[in-house]
């Protein structure tokens, strides 16, 4: 099965500040999702076929990448970012996730 | 509006087998494939299988092919995981959600299931 690698697995970033994440797969896959969680709540789809934001997610999101490397960046960090950060990949079976990253606010 | 409604929590025996539903309203049932996902602490978000409530076509990650049956009622636009000879291990949130075209769109608010004697 493809393994999802996030990293950092936890991190911290002041108000404005600029952030990214990364996703990196054991093998090329064609697109990668990211899902936002926050605690005690279901994952909530955040970006689609690698760079398009899901319905009501702020511009400042945005997501990239190609083959085994893919990324999620916010232009400008805002409280309301606090929360985890899972990949999805669906290109082999299984279908696989990343263990998330965990963004805090500083 | 869509909406996933999961049943409420589960306490079960080890050893025993139990069946999760998920409720889906505000689409078209049989248009979409629904999927089940496992959360817990240690291996975060597992994914465990697919129906297509259309056909009843299923699809299985390996790992779970001997724990877990799905099914869907048409009728209802309901559908079920059931989980057999189940261990601590089972123990988790487990989650309905929607796909559409390799997105989870919707998710279920999450079921509850611990196994404990």
């Known amino acids: 099965q493809i393994v999802l690698t996030q990293s950092p697995a936890l991190m911290s970033a002041s108000p404005g500040e600029k952030v990214t994440m990364t996703c990196s797969a054991s093998s090329s896959v064609s697109y990668m999702y990211w899902y936002q969680q926050k605690p005690r709540s279901s994952p909530k789809p955040w970006i689609y076929l690698t760079s398009n934001l899901a319905s009501g997610v702020p511009a400042r999101f945005s997501g990239s990448g190609s083959g085994s490397s893919y990324s999620l960046t916010i232009s400008s960090m805002e409280a309301e970012d606090a929360a985890t950060y899972y990949c999805q990949q669906w290109s082999t079976n299984p279908l696989t996730f990343g263990a998330g990253t965990k963004l805090e606010l500083k | 509006q869509v909406q996933l409604q999961q049943s409420g929590a589960e306490l079960v025996r080890p050893g025993a087998s139990v069946t999760l539903s998920c409720k889906a309203s505000g689409y078209t049932f049989t248009d979409y494939e629904m999927h089940w996902v496992k959360q817990t602490p240690v291996h975060g978000l597992e994914w465990l299988g697919a129906?297509?409530?259309?056909?009843?076509?299923?699809a299985y990650n390996q790992k779970f092919k001997d724990k877990a049956t799905l099914t869907a009622d048409k009728s209802s636009s309901t559908a079920y995981m059931e989980l057999r000879s189940l261990t601590s291990e089972d123990s988790a949130v487990y989650y309905c959600?929607?796909?559409?075209?390799?997105?989870?769109?919707?998710w279920g608010q999450g079921t509850t299931l611990t196994v404990s004697s």
């Open positions: 959600t929607r796909e559409a075209n390799g997105n989870f769109d919707y």
């Open positions: 129906i297509d409530p259309e056909t009843g076509g299923t």
